[in-house]
């Protein structure tokens, strides 16, 4: 018998719109090829989603892949892709790192690190 993680994940997302906040991300992918002029247009999407924002500690700081004024974002249950955009704080940070809270293969939660 296997556990139903959908409901789990339902419960994650309504805690993260009760105390966290929402978030716009924006995702930056090539467009339609162009002959005439050799190039792809850019194209952007903005999706919004809920997550609660931390500051990194002194010690994580301290590990190799963490950078001073890297921010962690414990956000619902979605497919982030690094590179992506959120803005906090009217400022612009980048996904550079996603790792899913994904148990039997159903996405919880994700921890996102994002760097300006």
Not at 5 to 28: E, V
Not at 98 to 115: D, E, K, M
């Amino acid at each position: 018998m296997s556990f139903n993680y959908t409901a789990l994940q339902s419960s994650a997302g309504l805690l993260l719109k009760k105390f966290g906040r929402q978030l716009t991300f924006t995702r930056a992918t090539d467009g339609a090829y162009n002959p005439n002029t050799g190039t792809a247009s850019p194209t952007t999407a903005t999706y919004v989603k809920y997550g609660c924002v931390f500051d990194y500690s002194a010690q994580e700081i301290a590990l190799d892949n963490i950078e001073v004024g890297d921010r962690r974002v414990f956000a619902e249950g979605h497919t982030y892709k690094v590179g992506d955009k959120v803005s906090l704080d009217s400022q612009s940070y980048r996904v550079v790192a996603v790792s899913n809270i994904q148990p039997a293969g159903t996405v919880v939660a994700c921890n996102l690190q994002v760097r300006k």
